[in-house]
């Protein structure tokens, strides 16, 4: 069975101590989904302990920084982040962002150290006020063929499974060519070694439990991707 790695970018909205006075008057954006994505934690948990595989996931909101984002992107950082001062915010960049990603560059290296590939997936939720017409969506590279497999056999899977949700491959959640974290890593293993799928779940079935219940929902994420692996 290929190994997996889970992880979760956006699975807080802490804010830590030393960065609370600056965002004292934002505390509804930070609670809301701009500053996490709610029950992405909760999904990635499951998933990481069903495959036996420790999770790596963030410990802040994302409103500091975004750890999704390639290290010089400048859109790591949010309005909110520009209240810190440049020093408080080249800590977050050498204290969260690199070491979140070095911790994922070690647990690929030690993986594929004893095997031949690793498929690397990175757990989120969205706002269904942004996308209302869909329920899940997996996000791969097209042009590459082994991630295009494993996601569309993950995708027909899911379909056949849950009819009852919307889903789609591929759809967009940041602005076109945008570099995330998954393309720093791709570009540092060759495709048939390191896959990785962004996995998107509208938090409406996290919070409402519509169109399928949140337990259910988990479960068929689960049986369907052991049924790819395998």
């Known amino acids: 069975m290929t190994p997996l790695i889970f992880s979760c970018e956006h699975a807080t909205c802490t804010v830590p101590e030393a960065y609370k006075e600056a965002l004292r008057n934002d505390g509804d954006l930070v609670t809301s989904a701009q500053g996490w994505d709610i029950g992405s934690l909760n999904l990635a948990q499951g998933m990481s302990m069903k495959f036996r595989t420790p999770l790596v996931h963030s410990e802040m909101t994302r409103l500091l920084i975004d750890c999704y984002l390639q290290e010089n ?17 080249e800590k977050l960049h050498e204290r969260q962002l690199l070491p979140y990603l070095q911790i994922l560059r070690q647990r690929i290296t030690t993986e594929l150290e004893r095997n031949a590939s ?104 689960q049986s369907t991707l052991i049924a790819v692996i395998h």
């Not at 992107?73 to 915010?89: F, V, Y």
């Not at 757990?123 to 063929?145: A, R, W, Y």
């Open 118 to 221: 690793v498929i690397h997936i990175s757990v989120h939720t969205f706002d269904p006020q942004t996308k209302p017409d869909l329920h899940l969506s997996l996000i791969f590279g097209e042009g590459k063929v082994f991630e295009s497999t494993i996601g569309i056999n993950w995708l027909n899977q899911i379909k056949a499974a849950a009819p009852e949700l919307t889903c789609r491959a591929n759809v967009m959640f940041y602005p076109e060519h945008t570099k995330t974290l998954l393309d720093t890593l791709r570009s540092e293993w060759p495709s048939d070694q390191y896959i990785a799928i962004e996995l998107q779940v509208s938090n409406q079935i996290f919070l409402e439990g519509n169109p399928m219940r949140w337990d259910k929902l988990k479960a068929m994420l």
């Open 73 to 89: 992107n400048p859109d790591r950082w949010s309005h909110l982040a520009m209240k810190l001062n440049e020093t408080q915010r």
